[in-house]
């Protein structure tokens, strides 16, 4: 059965101490590994697509890397306005043309 | 260039009853999906809409849900009647291009909070 499994659930950091968040999946055909941002009472904001092992993209603080069987969003440094929910979904071959979401991991960012 | 907007954003409605949400795509936009999130589930898909016609309705929990797209435009996503299990967030989204969905990510709107009681 394909599956998106998110890693930890919840992070709660330090303003500047830089880590990784974890998606990894098991899915028959990956098309395309999507991070969204969601903030409380908002739908979710994309941020990245990633299409094949070794890609990897980046935006201000936040990076994400692909491997066959996982992908890192990586924040360095991070600030208080980083806090937020982040979603790893993924489009995969027979699935048409919906993504499978993971549960998310839900960031806290602290002075 | 407006977003995905959504009505309600919140309902609330006793079980049984009937409730209808609107979604509003970004203006262009042929394809339009429903997405739903129950108490500490993740997000799921519904269905998927290009232009007025059901691409692919796969994710509809049962037949008390039924959703329109007169016109190709606004969406409808109607439950009648309600159950306590319906209770979730429901999510529309919208994207350009159907045939590459990874060059054309998902913009989705805030969502509406169903709550039947």
């Known amino acids: 059965e394909d599956q998106v499994t998110q890693s930890p659930e919840a992070l709660r950091l330090q303003e500047g101490e830089s880590s990784s968040l974890n998606c990894s999946y098991t899915?028959?055909?990956?098309?395309?590994l999507f991070w969204y941002r969601q903030d409380p009472g908002k739908g979710p904001e994309f941020l990245f697509t990633?299409?094949?092992a070794g890609e990897e993209k980046e935006k201000e603080r936040l990076k994400a890397t692909l491997t066959k069987k996982e992908s890192f969003l990586h924040i360095t440094a991070p600030k208080p306005e980083d806090s937020a929910t982040y979603l790893c979904?993924?489009?995969?071959?027979?699935?048409?043309?919906?993504?499978?979401f993971g549960t998310g991991t839900q960031l806290k960012v602290e002075l | 260039e407006a977003g995905v907007t959504q009505f309600p954003s919140h309902s609330v409605i006793e079980k049984g009853q009937t409730v209808t949400l609107r979604c509003d795509p970004i203006?262009?936009?042929?394809?339009l999906y429903w997405y739903r999130r129950v108490m500490g589930k993740e997000i799921k898909f519904l269905l998927h809409?290009?232009?007025?016609?059901?691409?692919?309705e796969s994710g509809m929990p049962n037949n008390r849900f039924l959703a329109e797209r007169t016109g190709g435009t606004y969406s409808t996503l109607k439950v009648q009647p309600a159950e306590l299990e319906d209770s979730g967030v429901y999510f529309c989204?919208?994207?350009?291009?159907?045939?590459?969905?990874?060059?054309?990510?998902?913009?989705f709107g805030n969502g509406t909070r169903l709550t039947v009681t």
């Open positions: 989204a919208s994207s350009q291009d159907r045939s590459r969905l990874y060059n054309s990510p998902l913009h």
């Open positions: 899915v028959s055909g990956l098309r395309g």
């Open positions: 990633l299409y094949s």
């Open positions: 979904a993924v489009h995969f071959t027979g699935g048409g043309n919906k993504l499978t």
């Open positions: 203006s262009g936009h042929d394809n």
């Open positions: 809409f290009v232009k007025e016609s059901k691409q692919d």
